[in-house]
């Protein structure tokens, strides 16, 4: 097909057979422009109706019970979601397949099954689940992002470890949603699909490489998404989303049936995770998962079944106001104040944490990212003969052979700098007991996501938060506790390295007003109920607190 056919020939039929399999009656006449609609959640709700508004408000642990007693039909939960997701697709173009008459096929076997047995499939019974297009899932395409991988569909043997637990416990997939090219850059853009708006500011990306799930779920097009994440793919979304999003240790999670472009890099793996519109949902998920015992059908799967974790009464947070390359803008350091207050004042103790250097993590992160220069990358964009976008060519050259692959001594090199700098944080975070009043270690670390309110493309961003998590191979969570207030900038003039000044002056207060502001935790390794039970305390004492918080949090 791609002999004969041009790449944009197949990325219109691509973007037209999704445009198709939307209801006619579910199409807009004309999709307002972000200068008539910046915001896209009132408008969304007024396009469906009081039923279909009733279902989709409903978060995953309220929507899952109803679903079991049949108080709400799979078909019903199904089409609402659907009507919406499909809404939220033509205001920030977050699909890239949109398989309805799948999804209500099998919503109304489950709907037969529980009239007739009066048992629920499984924990999921019924629940629609939407899949970043990384996942292998029967009869649809797995893009990533490029024009060579169109028209391969999966067959059910292809299908993803997490696709399989998820539908063995009564899920129903009815979407897949945008990732960028290669999914390695921070931006949700691709030549097939263009690029993916942020659903609360349509001026503004939506990150990535999970932007069309972080999208999608900010206008509660879904329940629960599946996401991953190798630098922040999962965090950056979910924070300028205002949705909630989970990254996990590697090992923890099945990665077996994802598509990637670098399968043999195990230095630093990606990782798969839920990302949603509650906490509740994530520790649902990640209970589901590691029920299934998974290290059964992935080898790289430690087994290690759900503990329960009894948290002290009075947790030790450390703080990083900044990582020392940028520091963040006016909004998202009041709102970590916030929080830092709010959690001091219910009793917690919080203390400052410096770090090994950030900017070593981010220098290993990038370099082993690039151990083979993109190759496979710049293989798959020749044989479609498309483009390389912007955002992937800054990593990985413009064309092959622009840059080279290691050797395997350099290889072996960056594995012993990786183990040294994370010995190096290990015995960081253990003197934090010295620090302490309880003299207690720290059990967790809070700091941004991200330096930047507003991601729009081709202007300042700033990923940095994000990838030590991977580096470091410890859990985070992103978590949406507060909504940007206009705060005016403090005169600076002294910074922390050019990108600190190009983040300070890119500061628009009106631009970044009622943005979401996603605040990060990161935990120890394998340490994930630990790391959602804190950031439960988190939530409890902000909500005292009364923060700000997002139309999309609950």
């Not at 899952?64 to 809404?87: D, I, N, W, Y």
Request: glycine share 8%; charged share 20%.
């Amino acid at each position: 097909m791609i002999d004969s056919l041009s790449w944009q020939d197949l990325a219109q039929a691509k973007r037209d057979a999704l445009k198709n399999s939307i209801p006619k009656n579910w199409r807009l006449e004309q999709v307002p422009s972000p200068e008539h609609l910046q915001n896209g959640v009132e408008f969304v709700e007024s396009n469906l109706s009081p039923e279909e508004r009733q279902i989709t408000e409903l978060p995953l642990e309220v929507l899952r019970p109803a679903l079991q007693a049949g108080l709400v039909s799979s078909k019903e939960a199904t089409l609402a979601f659907a009507h919406r997701a499909a809404l939220a697709h033509q205001l920030t173009n977050c699909l890239t397949e949109f398989i309805l008459e799948d999804a209500l096929r099998r919503a109304d076997e489950l709907d037969i099954y529980l009239k007739e047995t009066g048992r629920p499939v499984g924990p999921l019974h019924g629940v629609p689940v939407s899949l970043k297009d990384l996942f292998y899932l029967e009869g649809t395409d797995t893009t990533v992002g490029f024009a060579a991988w169109l028209n391969d569909k999966a067959m059910i043997q292809d299908e993803a470890g997490v696709v399989k637990i998820l539908r063995n416990a009564g899920a129903v997939f009815f979407v897949k949603t945008n990732v960028p090219t290669s999914m390695m850059c921070a931006e949700t853009v691709n030549n097939i699909f263009g690029f993916t708006n942020n659903a609360i500011n349509r001026f503004c990306s939506a990150a990535g490489s999970s932007g069309g799930e972080g999208s999608l779920l900010a206008l509660r097009g879904s329940p629960l998404g599946i996401g991953s994440d190798i630098g922040g793919s999962i965090r950056l979304p979910a924070s300028v989303a205002g949705v909630w999003g989970l990254k996990v240790t590697p090992g923890r999670f099945p990665i077996i049936g994802t598509r990637s472009t670098d399968p043999g890099q195990v230095l630093i793996p990606s990782v798969v995770g839920p990302m949603a519109n509650s906490l509740q949902a994530l520790e649902i998920c990640t209970k589901l998962l590691l029920s299934s015992q998974p290290w059964l059908v992935d080898p790289s799967v430690v087994e290690l079944p759900w503990k329960n974790c009894d948290l002290p009464s009075n947790l030790v947070f450390g703080v990083m106001l900044n990582d020392g390359i940028v520091h963040p803008q006016p909004p998202i350091e009041q709102a970590l104040t916030q929080v830092v207050d709010a959690l001091e004042r219910d009793g917690h103790e919080v203390i400052s944490f410096s770090p090994p250097s950030h900017f070593q993590a981010l220098t290993l992160w990038l370099e082993i990212m690039t151990q083979c220069a993109g190759e496979q990358i710049h293989e798959l964009i020749e044989k479609a003969g498309e483009p390389l976008i912007e955002e992937v060519a800054a990593i990985f050259g413009s064309k092959k052979g622009e840059r080279s692959a290691i050797s395997v001594a350099e290889a072996h090199e960056q594995a012993m700098g990786l183990k040294a700098y994370r010995m190096e944080y290990e015995r960081a975070w253990n003197e934090t007991a010295q620090q302490s009043r309880c003299g207690r270690a720290m059990d967790g670390i809070l700091l941004p996501n991200t330096g930047v309110v507003c991601w729009r493309r081709g202007g300042v961003t700033y990923q940095g938060y994000t990838p030590p998590a991977n580096v470091l191979h410890f859990p985070s969570i992103s978590m949406p506790l507060a909504k940007a207030e206009p705060v005016p900038q403090t005169h600076r003039q002294n910074f922390l390295s050019s990108i600190d000044e190009d983040v300070y002056h890119a500061y628009d207060p009106d631009m970044s007003r009622g943005m979401p502001v996603g605040i990060q935790l990161m935990g120890r390794r394998f340490q994930e109920e630990k790391l959602l039970a804190m950031a439960q305390a988190v939530e409890f004492s902000c909500s005292r607190a009364s923060l700000t918080r997002t139309k999309a949090c609950l």
